[in-house]
């Protein structure tokens, strides 16, 4: 552990541009074709089964996976392009954007053979929906507190107990979730659970809704009443899921979408400034500009690193932190920058509306998949101060 | 200047820093650890470690690494040279080093000789201008030029209604006031009275004031990184070591939080700074990619010096404070670098302009192409 970070000049190479083109192409055709309106994020249906399905037809959904298993074998620096590009439009992506990030890559570590097979390539043609299912009632950021059990029974496992703040649950066709096959011990808190593959359709699941400030449904809350769950579905070793967690977490951390959440704010800036803005909003614009840059350059930094092979766990632990406090204060920076504009600027209307989502969405950006206080925590670590 | 043209960029290994590019910076690190160590310079009593520092570094060519040696350069990559430079912000070296570097680059592009010895530039401050007269002289008065009253000599870059022109003049030619920044460091006011230059060219087309004031930030970007590192590994091992309510101040996780958030800083301070060094080593003109990488390093380096620097400070409480603790060579160095070749504000909006009067459409597709 040192404090030393490494932050290696990587730029996107040709290739990344030519599909940059191409995917810029497709998401130009689908927003003419009334797909998703990309100045209206939040609206429409953001779990689109017959997008996603064009989308995998492309092969942009798995697209680092190998070939057998419906991948196309490209580098996570041109998918880093198609999920920034994606991202930038407020395309609806939500029905295979975890599977494709997460539970993809964790099933080809962990899952049998024949599951992989079976899955991967559903994934890749955009047809499958995954949730995860860590936090619980009692256990959020905490997650070796977890209490939803599973319990070993004639060739499987019985699962009973709930899941909470699962986004996707209601449209979900599989869960990777964490669950306790054996109590903790007194000198280890983290032995004892295990990650399984549910399928979402077995019986004794209930997902109940839950409505979230912004208005939208997104968290669920997934009840397990005697789930049976077979053994081959067990993820890895039993007792020791806290073991698994490596690049993964880098790759979570450290995309385009955790800082580009409510980036579109920014663009309506610009057009609501004009060509000749006054030197508050042109040195307000400037600074946030900036900031955009170095992240990106952060995040684009950590892709090829860990494309190289390397594991910058405490640089992607920065970038979250950072991009995700930037992109919170973002829609704030942007009402202050345009406090002072006319009032029949033309795109008043759709900055308001805009504006009025991102400031009600923000408060979630620094608190879902690892608070800052925990990438902090992290972070102090890597430091060497834990 | 090989790097300047540097065209056959191979794009997987274009992302990689070169080898020789350490090999470069290890060896100016090797120099400053044996005659700028900070802690040792902090308690010497007057500036006789300067001498022997500036003659090990002349010795190594490093003031002249951006010169070619056809023009008594050593010839170096302007990547190796934004090593060096990473190198002495770690030291916070307080040689006119980096200066020198910036002249001696100046006159080369215009196909100057540089001499022997301390340079410096100016102008130094994007407000500042020095026109070229008629009778071949210069006039005009240059703002906070770091290092002005150590340095022999002063590269300049003038203008007049035909377009811009290197010069390089002796300082002891021109009207030089006794300013210092907050670090102690010489930085003066220059005032230019019908100076003759000792020699003087035409600047290559490209090359105009706000192109030296887009290199010097992205040196004193690549400055501010380095030290930026050294006050995150020093503020670590304070926290390690320091006991208070019986145990290493690290252990609380007001503190952790501290140094977590100092540790984002230094870190967009180094891909920011390192990402506009590799852009202007790999570019061969100062366009609008450029523009907004060293803009933004300068912009974001700025930012984080201030924020870090008040962190590193709570994190060392009184004793970082006193004038025998080092930490102060550094923070002080950082926060007036802030105000060389344009300060955060300064670029900020100039860079805010560009991106309006391109237009909502054209800013994705310009981040995205970097």
Redesign the interface.
Known sequence: MSSSLQFDQVRLPPECESLRRDVRAFLAEEIANGTFDPHRPGHGDSHDRAFSKRIGARGWIGMTWPKKYGGRERSFLERYVVTEEFRVANAPVRLHFVADRQSGPILLKYAPEHIKTDILPRICRGELCFVIGMSEPGSGSDLFAAKTKATKVDKGWRINGSKIWTSNAHVADYMLGLFRTSPATKDDRRHGLTQFLVDMKTAGITVNPIYQMTGQHDFNEVVFSDVFVPDDHVMGEVDSAWKQATSELAYERSGPERFLETFYVMLELIRALGAEPDIRSAEGLGRLVAQLHALRRMSVSVAGMLQAGKEPMVEAALVKDLGTIWEQKLPHRVRELTAFLAPEIGNRATLEEQLTFATTLAPKLTIQGGTTEILRGIIARGLGLR | MAATQNTDRE??K????RESDHIVAEMAARIFADFADPQTINRAKDGAWRGPLWHALSEAGLPLAWVPEQLGGSGASLLEGFAVLGAAGRFAVAVPLAETLLAGWLLARAGLASPDGAMTVAPARPVSHITLGRDGTLSGRALGVPYASDAPHIAVIAEDATGITVALVLAKDCGIDKGQTPAGDASNMVVFDRVKPLRHARAPAGLDSAALMLMGSVIRSVQTAGAL?AI??LS??Y??ERIAFERPI??F?A???N???L??E???A???S??AA?AIGQESAFDEAVF??A???K??CA?AATEAAGIAHQVFGAIGFTDEHVLHRYTLRLLAWRDEFGN??Y???????R???Q??DE??PL??S?
């Open positions: 794009p997987t274009a992302a990689i820093v590192e995150l590994s670590v091992a926290a390690n690290g252990k996780q503190v952790q939080q140094l977590a958030r540790a984002g230094v870190a967009a180094l891909a920011v390192g990402s590799d907004l990488e803009a933004s390093a912009i974001r930012e955060e504000s670029w900020a909006a100039e860079l805010g302009r991106v309006a009067q237009g909502a800013f994705w981040v995205a970097r």
